[in-house]
């Protein structure tokens, strides 16, 4: 590692060079894109990302803290773009990650959350759980069996979308148990989920997808059955 970084003066380095970056008319449409819910220093993903990668190329951290550290430091600036860098650095080192530290990402998922850092979040903790199963920890969904019933939506999201992109590695029950405990919820953004994942999943195992649906039709919303049945025949 570059001796002269921690993780303040690296945040610092993201801090100065991401500012020098700024569009106030980007800005301006992106906060209008959220519902002007947060502020933005204006910059598209594939401008964020190329100018943080010369900072990031040259760093080399020694430990999970101390990238969880560094996330959090990022999150605690007021523009979106900060928390969309850490998201970025998170699943760059999603390998690191046990289950043991998804408390932590929980945290950072409940602070001023929206559908884009929570689902950011999720991929990350997806990762950690899909490398955890994968390598015999076979218990490392377990903790997701109390997201999906908690009391903030967005957690209950995570849950239920925590399984994206792990194809036929995906726990069928569990994906099916999910949704049906989710199935009631008049919140848009946990019906959008329901389809998403069975969606897909669908990519990999139609026929258990198209099965399910017949079969628990009149439990889910219209918005939910197009969603999971969109590439369905």
């Known amino acids: 590692m570059d001796k002269t970084m921690t993780p303040t003066s690296f945040v610092a380095e993201i801090d100065v060079t991401l500012r020098q970056h700024a569009d106030a008319q980007i800005a301006f449409d992106m906060r209008a894109y959220l519902l002007n819910q947060f502020e933005f220093l204006g910059i598209r993903a594939p401008v964020r990302r190329q100018a943080v990668k010369a900072i990031t190329a040259n760093t080399v951290w020694t430990s999970p803290q101390e990238v969880i550290d560094i996330a959090q430091r990022l999150w605690e600036k007021p523009e979106r773009e900060f928390r969309y860098t850490a998201i970025d650095f998170l699943k760059r080192h999603a390998k690191w990650f046990d289950v043991s530290h998804l408390p932590e990402l929980?945290?950072?998922?409940?602070?001023?959350p929206w559908w884009e850092t929570v689902d950011g979040l999720t991929s990350v903790i997806g990762l950690i759980m899909r490398r955890q199963v994968q390598t015999g920890v076979l218990d490392a969904q377990h903790i997701c069996d109390d997201w999906i019933e908690h009391s903030d939506f967005w957690v209950r999201r995570c849950a239920m979308l925590h399984q994206l992109g792990w194809r036929l590695d995906t726990d069928t029950n569990r994906l099916f148990r999910y949704s049906e405990q989710l199935a009631?919820?008049?919140?848009?953004?946990?019906?959008?989920?329901?389809g998403w994942a069975l969606r897909d999943y669908a990519r990999w195992n139609p026929t258990a997808v198209q099965n399910f649906i017949e079969q628990k039709q009149d439990i889910f919303s219209g918005l939910t059955v197009r969603e999971a049945t969109k590439h369905l025949k």
Not at 188 to 194: C, E, T, V
Request: net charge negative; charged share 40%.
């Open 106 to 112: 929980l945290h950072l998922l409940q602070r001023e």
């Open 184 to 194: 009631s919820e008049d919140e848009f953004f946990i019906r959008k989920a329901i």
